[in-house]
């Protein structure tokens, strides 16, 4: 725990970390949503992962980043416990994912529903990996130590991630542009180094 100086009578006091957590709700939920693709799974899954950051408080080192280390949490929660499940539905003919594309409702702008049927297609290691370099923002040194494998893995799991939603939001001419906000595009150009969907 770090100290603070008081104004009162200058002792130290002791700051605690769990004070910062509620900061990084809103992050964590949108990774857990990357993740899962289900806003009721994300939501169990950023409370589980809250219960044992809560837990688990001593283990955090003052001064460094708090946000990374509740990724990291949140990641194994949900590593874990699809480890354990070890049951995922199958759409072979895609019918059920289908049902959740909607069309552009004009000028062909990309609806939010269109991305993330096709982002929840992707292999979870794409999702996340695009997830925290393209819509979180974070290098791809902290996006491999948060995951635990090597930068290498992270820019190729970004790359391919990248390129399977270009390919599969414009099947036509392998291009996409016309974007209808700021993290979708982000999360579609992440690691491209033009910044521009190819």
């Known amino acids: 725990m770090s100290l603070k100086m008081t104004r009162k009578n200058d002792r130290p006091r002791a700051v605690d970390p769990r004070d910062e957590i509620v900061d990084h ?3 964590m939920r949108a990774f857990a ?15 589980e992962a809250l219960v044992k950051a809560w837990k688990n408080i001593s283990q955090f080192e003052a001064g460094t980043n708090m946000q990374a280390w509740l990724f990291t949490i949140l990641r194994n929660t949900f590593y874990s416990s699809r480890r354990k499940s070890k049951r995922e539905v199958a759409d072979p003919d895609d019918h059920f994912a289908g ?3 909607e069309k552009p409702a004009h000028d062909g702008r990309l609806q ?29 040194e902290e ?14 799991r970004t790359n391919r991630g990248r390129a399977r ?3 599969l939001l414009s099947p036509d001419d392998g291009s996409y542009q016309d974007m209808t906000d700021q993290v979708t595009a982000a999360v579609v150009n992440a690691g491209n180094p033009t910044g521009r969907a190819s």
């Open 99 to 101: 049902t959740l594309a």
């Open 165 to 167: 939603l270009v390919e």
């Open 33 to 47: 949503l990357s993740l899962t693709g289900n806003h009721a799974e994300a939501d169990d899954l950023v409370q």
């Open 112 to 140: 939010m529903n269109e991305f993330m049927v096709a982002f929840n297609t992707l292999p979870a290691t794409q999702r996340e990996a695009l997830a925290l370099v393209g819509a979180s923002g974070y290098s791809y």
């Open 25 to 27: 709700l809103g992050p």
């Open 143 to 156: 996006a491999a130590e948060m995951c635990g494998v090597a930068v290498g893995t992270i820019k190729s």
